[in-house]
């Protein structure tokens, strides 16, 4: 399989998974930006859009202590733009919104604790259906 690089946002509360998922995404050769809670995301998101450097694909935290999880977020993201590709996550498998996430307007779903080749090949996936006439990466 072509493999396609990408900007891709991570929004999770905790700075550990996001330092994970940055280090693994980086490895992977995808341009990496990470925000903590479902407010920050839409705001950069909204920013990033009408820059030379639009995200591709978010990967969203389901829950957020005290914050906008994935649930709510992704339905600002996707007012914003209706073919964003937004990828669920979370800790909590036997959650509805992991097993029914396209019911929720995400595109897929990618199970805590990540798994480097899973995640890899749920990004590269979503990345391929979204951008199937785009050149390989260099990683």
């Known amino acids: 399989m072509k493999k396609i690089c ?10 550990v998974i996001c330092e994970i998922t940055e280090e693994i995404l ?10 903590s809670d479902g407010a920050q995301a839409v705001k950069l998101y909204t920013e990033l859009q009408a820059s030379s450097a639009p995200v591709d694909v978010i990967i969203m935290d389901l829950t957020i202590p005290g914050g906008m999880g994935g ?10 733009n209706h073919k964003a590709k937004v990828i669920v996550s979370s800790g909590y498998s036997n959650d509805p919104v992991m097993a029914n996430f396209r019911e929720y307007g995400f595109t897929a779903m990618v199970p805590k604790p990540f798994n480097f080749d899973e995640l890899g090949k749920v ?13 390989s990466c260099g990683a």
């Open 6 to 15: 990408g900007k891709i946002m991570v929004m999770d509360d905790e700075e």
């Open 26 to 35: 980086t490895h992977l050769g995808h341009d990496v930006v990470v925000v």
């Open 71 to 80: 649930q709510e977020a992704v339905k600002e993201i996707l007012k914003i």
């Open 123 to 135: 990004i590269a996936e979503v990345l391929m259906a979204s951008h199937p006439k785009s050149t």
